[in-house]
């Protein structure tokens, strides 16, 4: 469905992936089903495509077709799920990591500042914790950590002094809320860049998003069979700092870790060695794939 979530660097993804038509497959983040199609476009008969997702919105947009088993879970799920399924390995995995822009585009679902509604922010409508409840029940210190770790945020004592301020008059209910209570520390000309990581931090917060991709990082290895394909795209620069030290190190450290002989102790072994980025042609028809990096790596002997 393109008016859920045009798929960002569809033909680079294709090509990391490098298909085998008999193939066994995962996308890890099902979405609207663009990439989706795609691989199932280049498989076979005898192909399976595993898709993950747990938004139940993207049950809208499922493919009827029998080379397609979908699992309404969370990626951190992909091993547990695999196993279940009797299937030992795969060829490759695909994770196109972040918010939909057809989740963004929900006003009810809290996730962009565009819009009045609920500051809820949850992926899973299952999950307890929004948005709402860090900021009306978190504390000064916990506020304070959430935002400096997943919002990068400068004058961090300020906005938090400010949050707090805000909820003895009242409860945060909805973005507006949010918004008001930081009015007067937005900087001129950066609104939506200071909001946005005001957004992002709590966002990651509720999904526990950096959490879960370390743990799918680690699974995906195990699941790999020997040159198969590890595809990431990210959209900011916490996600893609994790992916990159993984893919060079194997762990989220950076540790450069060597064997008894001084060889480097890496299960992937990179293919692009600098992260590949949307044309000027794509970023023309779809613009907010602005952001998106792509790294490709494979299962090292």
Known sequence: MTDYH????????LQGLAIKPDGCYVDATYGGGGHARAILDEL?????????????????NLVEDKRLLFVPQNFIYLKNFLKVNQIQSVDGILADFGV???????????????????????????????????LND?????LQAV????????????????????????????TT???TALADLVPVKHEHKFLAQ???????EVNEELVAIERFLEQSVDLLNKD?????????????????????????????????????????????????????????????????????????A
């Open 177 to 179: 809320d949010l918004k």
């Open 100 to 134: 939909s822009f057809h989740q963004f585009d929900q006003a009810e679902r809290g996730f962009s500042f565009r819009f009045d509604g609920p500051l809820d922010m949850r992926m899973d409508q299952k999950r307890e914790l929004t948005a709402a409840k860090i």
């Open 198 to 204: 005001v957004f992002q931090a709590l966002r990651i």
């Open 6 to 13: 045009k798929p960002a660097l569809l033909e680079e993804t």
């Open 138 to 142: 978190y504390s000064e210190e916990k």
């Open 228 to 300: 198969g394909r590890l595809v990431l795209i990210t959209y900011h620069s916490l996600e893609d700092r994790l992916v990159k030290n993984f893919i060079r190190t194997g762990n989220f450290q950076a540790k450069q870790e060597k064997d008894f002989y001084g060889n480097l102790i890496r299960p992937l072994e990179p293919i692009n060695r600098k992260p590949i980025v949307p044309s000027d042609d794509e970023l023309m028809q779809n613009k907010r794939a602005r952001s998106a990096k792509l790294r490709i790596a494979k299962k090292a």
């Open 147 to 174: 935002l400096k770790k997943y919002g990068e945020l400068k004058n961090l004592s300020a906005i938090v002094k400010r949050l707090m301020a805000y909820r003895k008059e009242g409860e945060f209910t909805t």
């Open 44 to 60: 076979s008969e005898k192909g399976l495509l595993l898709a993950f997702d747990q938004d139940p919105d993207a049950r809208a």
